[in-house]
């Protein structure tokens, strides 16, 4: 199985910035695709950002955060992070981290087998 753990939210105010990791540990290569999603009070979980944990293909991000937030990872180091530049009140939620192996739709969490237990990220107006 896989154990994903997020760290690095916290609170800050809009135009901040913040950086979370997610730290993966198990049988990690049987996943081949992790994500970050989030939930906001009262709304849908959604997806922000995935990649392909491989020596090439997708990145992919949600239009609402494009130019925004980075996604990036470290193979070594079993890791991927999310960073998260010029934040709004409305980037505020809880952020989880996610493995798939083969999604059909990387930003749909309904392809994702494994998660986080997630991590708060607030942004002040």
């Known amino acids: 199985q896989v154990q994903l753990v997020e760290s690095g939210g916290g609170s800050v105010q809009a135009g901040g910035s913040l950086r979370l990791s997610c730290a993966a540990s198990?049988?990690?290569?049987?996943?081949?695709?992790m994500g970050w999603f989030r939930q906001a009070p009262g709304k849908e979980r959604e997806g922000v950002a995935a990649?392909?944990?491989?020596?090439?293909?997708?990145?992919y991000y949600a239009d609402s955060v494009k130019g925004r937030f980075t996604i990036s990872r470290d193979n070594a180091k079993n890791t991927v992070y999310l960073q998260m530049n010029s934040l709004k009140p409305e980037d505020t939620a809880v952020y989880y981290c996610?493995?798939?192996?083969?999604?059909?739709?990387?930003?749909?969490?309904?392809?994702?087998?494994?998660w986080g237990q997630g991590t708060q990220v607030t942004v002040s107006s």
């Open positions: 996610a493995a798939s192996t083969w999604p059909r739709r990387p930003l749909f969490l309904e392809y994702y087998n494994y």
């Open positions: 198990g049988y990690t290569y049987s996943s081949n695709y």
């Open positions: 990649i392909y944990i491989g020596g090439g293909g997708g990145i």
